[in-house]
């Protein structure tokens, strides 16, 4: 398998301007915590880009390879969130598939700065997600409605994190977390299969509930089976678990189980 490397620990490396990343968000990324010289939750990680690189028919490095490429950064002996872009290659004009695909990888780094805000308030975003099975799940390239929700949010200042819905009313996530809540002691958390992202800490936490016999529904919620919940909280693989203290005007409390997966969770930004 043919791959080049873009890094940005190399002064020398230059964008390929052919890449279809860049044309067409023809790519996938990840974006992983490195702290005391590991990137958590790698194999998880890996394994989703893998999968997701599959779905796309794109060529995807083994494992190794990316673990070779990685050392540079653990040895800057510092907290850093890494992003991995790949993406399908240089395709030049035109929709086709290139005969001979040679994908890319792109390496990045960037310093953690300040800690975030670990009690979320949440808007209720008017932007909302399309459905398409095609893509659900997946943490493609093509952000434009998250970066919409982003744009949308910097004009409520009382708020720092905002909650997405599908074209059909139904929750699916925030920004940059995947979302759950709990009611009468069950927890929920909704369907990615028409849209949204499938989330590491996502899949550990339902891991996690499985294990422990929590019950746990996986469906179509409204703004009112979210409004009317006893707790809510977010994750990712880079903050860990948040609790959602406020949505719109509704208060919340931390509640028991929200508590319990901070405590497995906890502390991703480096708190």
């Not at 023809?26 to 939750?41: H, R, S």
């Not at 746990?216 to 203290?245: M, Q, T």
Request: charge should be neutral; aromatic fraction near 10%.
């Amino acid at each position: 398998m043919h791959c080049t490397l873009i890094s940005d620990l190399d002064e020398d490396q230059e964008l390929d301007i052919q890449d279809r990343g860049l044309h067409y968000g023809d790519g996938l990324f990840e974006t992983m915590l490195l702290n005391n010289g590991q990137i958590k939750y790698w194999p998880e990680h890996f394994n989703r880009l893998s999968l997701s690189a599959r779905r796309l028919d794109m060529m995807c490095p083994e494992q190794q390879w990316f673990e070779e490429k990685l050392k540079p950064y653990f040895d800057l002996r510092q907290g850093l969130i890494i992003k991995i872009i790949l993406t399908r290659g240089s395709g030049g004009r035109g929709l086709d598939l290139p005969k001979k695909m040679s994908a890319n990888v792109y390496l990045y780094k960037y310093i953690i700065n300040n800690p975030i805000d670990q009690q979320v308030k949440a808007s209720i975003s008017e932007v909302t997600l399309p459905l398409n099975r095609n893509l659900a799940g997946l943490k493609h390239l093509n952000r434009l409605d998250y970066v919409l929700a982003t744009k949308e949010l910097k004009n409520r200042a009382e708020f720092n994190e905002a909650l997405l819905f599908d074209n059909n009313g139904f929750i699916i996530e925030s920004i940059v977390n995947n979302f759950f809540f709990v009611k009468r002691n069950t927890v929920f958390t909704p369907s990615l299969e028409m849209s949204g992202v499938n989330g590491v800490m996502r899949n550990l936490i339902l891991k996690n509930l499985k294990q422990i016999q929590k019950e746990v529904k996986i469906g179509y919620y409204s703004k009112h089976d979210v409004l009317s919940a006893d707790e809510c909280f977010l994750c990712n693989s880079v903050h860990g678990v948040r609790p959602v203290i406020q949505i719109e005007n509704i208060k919340f409390t931390t509640g028991p189980i929200t508590q319990d997966l901070q405590k497995i969770f906890y502390g991703h930004s480096g708190n």
